[in-house]
């Protein structure tokens, strides 16, 4: 193996920059050559892959979002697709890959080890959504701008006693909103993976106010409904002043946290490794502070589990 590729590919995530120099420095500094590839599968396929050498991956780190860009591209789903990726791979004489993203592109990873050239996956989303992972790229970046965002809404909800329904992202998975509902102080959290009966909230948010509890935040995970519905039903329940507030794709912006920048680089110089080790069609993660791999197959069986102990830990901390 001489030469290797690199493409970021579905939702964006802070500290992707992060791991593609991460994987450039390892992959220079083991005698490899690197050559980024733009905009995903759909710049793979279009032949959008150029040389990328140390100087390219310098003053990138502590920049969100990713340099490679990112797009979906559902063809890379049909063998079609995939043999044209596969002509410009030999094309450009590159050996093996390293593609960064989530569930969809570690499917488009695993098609590529079939076809004979190894490809490492790194969980680079937002929503950390990803099995056998602890942590993917990005989520703690995620989270912060979440809490900050959560933070001002505390001081505004307490000068006009209002309750805020905040609505976080994480597609269907609730991590999001238990990391940020905890260190945001929540009085309540929504999740998927939790049920909540609404008239029980509106009498917690009634009792809170009646004990002079002045700024009520409930957070609430995307993937349960949005907040203006959440804002509806519990108006029927009684007027706590309630406005509902949608963070949206800010979330999915800014710096990496010191984190995610750490994060991205034990990952991106992990996969180079696996790779240098003849291994492909593996996911890279982190458990229990450890960097660690499994096979792609094997997270497409499995369910992410969010840190449920979150939820009791608030429900405990917000009375
Ligand atoms: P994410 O990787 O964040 O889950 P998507 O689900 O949009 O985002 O997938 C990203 C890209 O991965 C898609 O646009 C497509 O190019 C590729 N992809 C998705 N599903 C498959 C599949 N079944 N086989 C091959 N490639 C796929």
Same mark, same amino acid.
């Given at each position: ?31 490899? +050559? $690197?050559? /980024?590839?733009?905009? &995903?599968?759909?710049? =793979?396929? @279009? *032949? ?118 905040? +609505? $976080?992202? /994480?597609?269907?998975? &609730?991590?999001?909103? =238990?990391? @940020? *509902? ?138």
């Amino acid at each position: 193996m001489k030469r290797i590729g690199i493409l970021t590919s579905g939702g964006d995530a802070p500290g992707m920059n992060a791991a593609i120099r991460a994987v450039t420095r390892r992959a220079i500094d083991k005698g490899l +050559e $690197v050559f /980024g590839i733009n905009y &995903g599968y759909a710049g =793979l396929v @279009a *032949g959008d892959i150029f040389p990328l050498n140390s100087e390219d991956v310098s003053d990138r780190i502590q920049r969100g979002g990713t340099f490679l860009y990112s797009a979906r591209y559902p063809e890379f789903a049909n063998v079609e697709g995939q043999l044209k990726g596969i002509e410009q791979l030999k094309k450009f004489g590159i050996d093996a890959l390293v593609v960064i993203g989530g569930d969809g592109s570690y499917h488009g990873a695993l098609r590529l080890t079939e076809h004979g050239y190894n490809t490492i996956g790194l969980p680079g989303t937002i929503d950390n959504d990803i099995p056998f992972t602890d942590f993917t790229i990005g989520f703690d970046t995620a989270v912060s701008t979440a809490v900050d965002a959560i933070d001002k809404l505390h001081d505004t909800a307490s000068s006009h006693e209002r309750t805020f329904v905040v +609505e $976080v992202m /994480g597609r269907g998975a &609730g991590d999001v909103a =238990l990391w @940020a *509902g905890v260190a945001g102080g929540a009085q309540k959290i929504i999740v998927p993976e939790r049920d909540f009966d609404i008239k029980e909230i509106a009498q917690e948010v009634k009792e809170g106010r009646e004990q002079g509890n002045k700024n009520m935040i409930i957070v609430l995970a995307e993937g349960v409904m949005h907040a203006e519905d959440f804002k509806k039903e519990l108006d029927k329940y009684g007027d706590f002043d309630t406005r509902a507030t949608v963070l949206g794709h800010v979330q999915r912006g800014g710096s990496p946290t010191v984190k995610d920048r750490v994060l991205a680089s034990k990952m991106g110089a992990h996969a180079v490794d696996l790779l240098l080790d003849g291994k492909g069609g593996l996911a890279v993660g982190i458990e229990n502070n450890k960097i660690t791999s499994h096979d792609i197959l094997d997270l497409f069986d499995s369910k992410h589990k969010p840190d449920l102990s979150l939820y009791d830990l608030n429900e405990s901390l917000s009375r």
